[in-house]
């Protein structure tokens, strides 16, 4: 093997080198693109839950947006998010005073009953003990509303008890309107709901972070499931941004960083390769010239032996020539070591390079991957979430329309789950969620796909299953969790599955078949719940 065979076998490692790095890069950009519309996503239903506070901070919200969609540098969207935590920290102050406000005529308004003449016995100790009870103040709005609506009712029955007295102008005040959901927060004009909440709090868990940013992401997560103060809260979201801009700025530090190592070891490769191939065309120029140098004494060897008249010239001439020749062939040889450990040198100055870059590309390609998964799993119950379902049903959907095989959908939701939030807390909602989680993946057959759809949706992909077959096992998973021992706050619980089932058909396509088990699941539900509907 000659030397410019072993170089162009280097150039051809090191392209393949190239293309695996130009890979990495796409899918490192896929999932940042992933990430930026995870972002989005969250950004547009912050929108809704901040639209009416301000207009300033709806227009604010809508440009963020507009930056992460067409993927802006990350020092703008850093200064829009700097503006974006100003404003709602003004309205966070601008909250407090409204607290402060409302107390204050709470209790003018507790006083001015109490100063009536003639109010009954009962109903003065009462009102002094609510007043008494609300002396240092609330966290939040919401918490005055049962107390306002308690006042009112002790003006309702002052009223009745001196129905001749003369209205006090205090009495004349609009009433108060409790928000329709006793989970409600208010926040300025704005009604913040616990389900609402929830949906936040689900959006979050499908955000892929570094482990690190993950736990303080789940920890803001805890305290916004837990806080009822509107200030709180509008602080929790503050953070959140926080947390998934110093994330970004992560990714896009080490990204850079595994970038401009892999531009610098490609460049000193590239050079030392020219290098090479311009030492061996000046090495082969020398061989050909001690090559042509050889010849000639050779020659001149031959054309002495011709000439020479007797035997004793023809030796004398013959040694001083044989001298020459191998004097010029040590010098060849001389020549031909150096070289050689030249280029030895190279290529193992070159072969170091490539092994540092195949170092970081397998940990580069270690870190995507592992976001790759990240990106496609549920973060609190670890099975597929929603991307990897519509991925693999999308797969799975082209295999039967190519192939016809028995392939079936069942979607299955927890009963009355959101009692179990509200009465119980998020904490047991969510460990509700891993058991049901474990229980179905332990309890359906081998090879089916299982993944949470969203909120306490779960869904299912069975390959090769008939209708009954089908049936007999959602069934036995059905009456296995319905058996399973829950216990909240020393409660014993009962936790039951509603479940949907369908076979795809010829003419289906992804969303026809997603409604029809979905309507089967609803129809469990609407038919008493805990059971099993299968529908053609």
Known sequence: ????????????????????????RSLLEDDFNLQSNLLIQFIGKLTLVSKGIDLELDNRLAQLRTLFTKSAPISEIEEKISVISKLLQQHSIANRKNIAHVHEQFNQAGES????????????????????????????????IPLLSQLLTFYDHSLKAKSGMVNQGILQAPPVTLPESKNAIISGSVVLDAQFLEKISISLSALSLSKAHTNDLLAIKKKLLANKSSDKILQNF?????????????????????????????????????????????????????????????????GAVEKALTLS?????????????????????????????????????MSAKV????????????????????SMQDALTKLANRAAFDDFFAKAMIRFHRKSFPLALVVIDIDDFKKINDTYGHTAGDKTLQVIANSIVKNV??????????????????????????????????????????????????????????????????????????????????EGKNQVIYVK
């Open 445 to 526: 057959s081998k090879g089916v796909f299982v993944g949470r759809y969203g909120g306490e949706e779960f869904v299912l992909i069975y390959s090769k299953i008939q209708e009954e077959a089908l049936f007999a096992e959602l069934n036995a998973l059905n009456n296995f969790v319905a058996r399973l021992p829950f216990k909240f706050k020393a409660n014993k619980v009962s936790i039951t599955l509603s479940i949907g089932a369908t076979h795809i058909k010829p003419d289906d396509n992804i969303h026809i078949a997603f409604e029809r088990a979905d309507q089967a699941m609803y129809k469990a539900k609407k």
């Open 313 to 349: 010239q023809v030796k004398e001439d013959i040694n001083e020539k044989l001298q020459i020749i191998a004097n010029t062939l040590e010098q060849k040889s001389k020549f031909e070591q150096l070289n050689h450990q030249q280029l030895a040198d190279k290529l193992n100055d």
């Open 1 to 24: 093997m000659n030397d410019s065979s072993v170089a162009q076998k280097q150039l051809v490692a090191l392209k393949r080198k190239l293309d695996t790095a130009i890979e990495s």
């Open 113 to 144: 009953l109490q100063k009536i003449n003639g109010l009954p016995g009962d109903l003065r100790r009462d009102l002094r003990t609510l007043l008494t009870e609300t002396k240092d103040g609330k966290d939040s709005l919401i918490q005055y």
């Open 238 to 302: 503050i953070d959140i941004f926080d947390v998934i801009v110093a994330d970004f700025k992560d990714e896009q530090r080490s990204a850079k960083n595994f970038l401009t190592s892999l531009s610098a070891t490609l460049t000193t490769v590239q050079s030392a390769v020219k290098e090479t191939i311009v030492t061996q065309k000046t090495s082969q120029k020398t061989n050909d010239m001690i090559n042509l140098k050889l010849q000639s004494q050779l020659l001149d060897m031959t």
């Open 355 to 374: 092994e540092q870059l195949e170092q970081q590309s397998e940990m580069f390609e270690e870190k995507l991957a592992e976001q790759q998964r990240k």
